[in-house]
């Protein structure tokens, strides 16, 4: 149990301060991302998740992953009549990493949830932010939204026991 509040408490605060680099400076430090995938793979293992399922729905999740990014820069480059790499223009390669991070600790249809909500999130936070400060375009950290969504499910599965993760009972 000590260990496994332990990798919660250094999940956290990893995550909390990539929200705070994103949010601030709209970057991320490379090294958080493999930090915070060991992190949530050592979380698994800790609930006694198969090595075998974790493998799997990151395959399927990465997957979503390939195919969500490969459908964004058809719509880009159509949009634009040119092959558009959507790497710094669109989404940020601190919000790619940190997708596939993430892939690693959700069962594949609740990382389309999280996916989902995360996107949600950070359009809603977009649009107040562009009407509190009269802006036509803004940068949105991504990652660090996701990041802070991340924050509130493990704490909520945390502190209440309410499993939206991969772990034996999901499979």
């Given at each position: 149990?000590?260990?496994?509040?332990?990798?919660?408490?250094?999940?956290?605060?990893?995550?909390?301060?990539?929200?705070?680099?994103?949010?601030?400076?709209?970057?991320?430090?490379?090294?958080?991302?493999?930090?915070?995938?060991?992190?949530?793979?050592?979380?698994?293992?800790?609930?006694?998740?198969?090595?075998?399922?974790?493998?799997?729905?990151?395959?399927?999740?990465?997957?979503?992953?390939?195919?969500?990014?490969?459908?964004?820069?058809?719509?880009?480059?159509?949009?634009?009549?040119?092959?558009?790499?959507?790497?710094?223009?669109?989404?940020?390669?601190?919000?790619?990493?940190?997708?596939?991070?993430?892939?690693?600790?959700?069962?594949?249809?609740?990382?389309?949830?999280?996916?989902?909500?995360?996107?949600?999130?950070?359009?809603?936070?977009?649009?107040?932010?562009?009407?509190?400060?009269?802006?036509?375009?803004?940068?949105?950290?991504?990652a660090g939204i996701m990041s802070i969504n991340l924050i509130l499910l493990i704490s909520i599965d945390f502190l209440f026991s309410i499993n939206l993760f991969l772990n034996q009972t999901t499979l």
């Open positions: 149990m000590i260990l496994y509040f332990s990798i919660n408490a250094l999940l956290l605060i990893t995550l909390a301060f990539l929200a705070f680099q994103d949010i601030k400076y709209r970057a991320i430090s490379w090294w958080l991302i493999p930090v915070i995938l060991l992190l949530l793979g050592f979380r698994l293992l800790e609930q006694n998740v198969f090595i075998e399922d974790i493998v799997f729905n990151m395959s399927i999740n990465l997957l979503l992953i390939m195919i969500q990014l490969l459908l964004v820069t058809i719509y880009f480059s159509l949009k634009e009549r040119r092959f558009v790499n959507i790497i710094d223009k669109y989404l940020g390669l601190g919000d790619i990493l940190f997708f596939l991070s993430c892939s690693v600790a959700f069962k594949y249809d609740m990382y389309i949830m999280f996916l989902l909500f995360s996107f949600l999130t950070a359009i809603v936070v977009a649009f107040f932010y562009m009407k509190l400060f009269k802006k036509k375009t803004i940068l949105i950290p991504l």
